[in-house]
């Protein structure tokens, strides 16, 4: 299994990067903590830690920028009921730090305003995972405001995260109306737009 792959960040988007190292271009799927983290396009080597989920039909990499929060991913994706696209979408609506103190505290109504969660999952997280939590600490990530930000790659992101378009478009426009002082930055938008769908 691969641990990480160090290479030229080619590519980025909310939910994905490309990564090239060795003349092969790496397709990764990432959260939006690991986006607000990444540097620009074309700056240099970037080394992203990886996990490989492989399925009958699909083999698909998930990338995160520190270990700490692939380490939540992997508790997270133990939990009977939660997938690694689950696993995501929870990493993109908090931050690990976030994560790690709601399940630490067995936090239910935190974890239940997460997209996809309900009160039996938010559950099921805290009783599966909450003594492994327990045991590490999760270090407040500094968000790197991005200055690219744009709703339609706001939209594309959901709809990549698996919602709807006139969804996507609704809670994207509740958003910029809320914030009319000025651009958010594009993981923001998007986890503000989460808390709408």
Excluded at 92 to 97: D, G, H, L, R, T
Excluded at 99 to 126: F, P, V, Y
């Amino acid at each position: 299994m691969m641990d990480y792959i160090s290479g030229k960040l080619i590519r980025k988007q909310p939910t994905h990067l490309v990564l090239e190292t060795g003349g092969i271009g790496y397709y990764i799927n990432i959260s939006l903590n690991t986006f607000s983290q990444l540097p620009a396009e074309g700056t240099g080597n970037v080394k992203i830690m990886t996990y490989l989920s492989i399925k009958e039909d699909a083999h698909t990499l998930f990338g995160f920028f520190e270990e700490g929060e692939r380490t939540l991913f992997g508790h997270l994706i133990s939990v009977s009921g939660i997938g690694p696209g689950t696993g995501r979408m929870i990493l993109s609506s908090m931050n690990p730090a976030e994560i790690g103190q709601a399940i630490a505290q067995g936090d239910i109504q935190a974890l239940q305003r997460i997209k996809g969660i309900g009160a039996k999952s938010a559950q099921r997280i805290i009783l599966e995972i909450q003594d492994k939590v327990k045991k590490e600490t999760y270090n407040l990530s500094n968000f790197n405001p991005v200055n690219n930000t744009v709703k339609d790659e706001a939209l594309q992101a959901l709809i990549t995260l698996g919602f709807v378009k006139n969804l996507g478009q609704k809670a994207l426009e509740r958003v910029l109306e809320e914030n009319p002082e000025g651009s958010l930055p594009l993981d923001k938008l998007i986890k503000l737009a989460l808390k709408h769908l």
